[in-house]
């Protein structure tokens, strides 16, 4: 077969990887929660999703014509998807730096897995935790810890105020409070 036609997915998933993390600061921070739900989310693919939608399509290669076969062809189509984010998966586990936020319980400076009450410059308060890119979720209330308010607000503590630009410009924000989590026993 002409080379020209040959798909490479692991290229186009290194694209892919390349695009997301390690990321230009060469860190892959995670929280212990964060991690632990992509390795569920990995160990559901594997050991559930994937070997049903294999048991699937060979039983659907055995009914005959494969090129009017639905069940073959999604089939097929899922199990390319399912192993695309498996290998998504487990390259982001493999350079996830897991980092326990609740060693830093009872202090009053902003790193990675705080949650930080902030007022900006009109008055109005918000609370924001300081997360990984691969488990924040901004609706929320949680921030990737590069974003350009997460950025600005590391290292800074109680009282202290902090410059961020924004889209609307320059903006003051003056940190009113910093949260960890409480340790496990």
Sequence with gaps: MNKAFVRNDTEEDDDAFAAVGPLSVGRNYISVRGYRRLHAEL???????????VETIHWAAGNGDRSENGDYLYGKKRL????????????RLQAAEVVDPSVHFGRDQVFFGARVLYEDESGHRRSVTLLGVDEFDSLSGEISWISPVASALLKAQVGDTVRVSTPGGQQTLEIIEVLYPTPEP
């Excluded at 559901?44 to 070997?51: T, Y």
């Design 80 to 91: 390319r998807e399912i192993d695309r984010r498996i290998r998504f998966l487990t390259k």
């Design 43 to 53: 160990k559901l693919l594997l050991d559930d999703e994937r070997p049903k939608l």
